[in-house]
């Protein structure tokens, strides 16, 4: 357990270095956009389960994964990399869990691909777009406010393996905790 002197040390570390960036871009358009690192995903769970049932660090963890996987299968993370960040943000998951039955894989993907952000990657009608990271701290930085596009089926595949089910499939009583 974390002492409440290192918990302050890092929430100011964490302060300090939110406001550099939005001292630059402070409307969150061009580097800002790093902070919007797993909301395309996060926000559909959210919408998908109703307002106020998820709330938005949850739902920003599960989007963060959902990234990770993407990066990964697009060989822009390593495999150590994709793990070390999804052990962090299961230390979160494993102590906050979604609501069951969860929505279909086909319902958030179907919300994540209205998101406000869609368009300014030009993104094709199979194509979804979010902040990805080669490793923690490593954006990848692209001429669309550090936003890459990727097939929506990565998105797919990943709610599916996290529990999600798949319209159509039969319910498995697992929890998709990995």
Not at 52 to 77: D, E, F, N, Q, W
Not at 103 to 117: H, W
Not at 136 to 147: A, F, Y
Request: charge should be negative.
């Amino acid at each position: 357990m974390m002492g409440g002197e290192a918990l302050m040390k890092l929430l100011v570390l964490g302060i300090d270095a939110k406001m550099a960036v939005l001292a630059k871009d402070a409307y969150e358009k061009t580097s800002g956009m790093v902070f919007e690192y797993g909301h395309t995903v996060s926000h559909a769970i959210e919408k998908a389960y109703g307002d106020g049932v998820v709330p938005h660090r949850l739902g920003v963890t599960y989007g963060m994964m959902s990234s990770s996987y993407a990066a990964r299968k697009l060989g822009i993370m390593s495999s150590e990399d994709h793990e070390q960040h999804d052990k962090l943000c299961m230390l979160l998951l494993h102590r906050w869990k979604l609501p069951e039955p969860r929505p279909s894989a086909e319902r958030v993907l179907a919300l994540a691909m209205q998101d406000s952000k869609r368009g300014i990657t030009s993104e094709a009608e199979d194509e979804i777009s979010d902040v990805l990271l080669r490793k923690m701290g490593d954006v990848v930085e692209t001429k669309t406010s550090n936003l890459s596009k990727f097939p929506c089926s990565l998105v797919h595949e990943w709610l599916v393996s996290m529990g999600f089910p798949a319209e159509g499939a039969p319910a498995k009583g697992g929890t998709g905790e990995p």
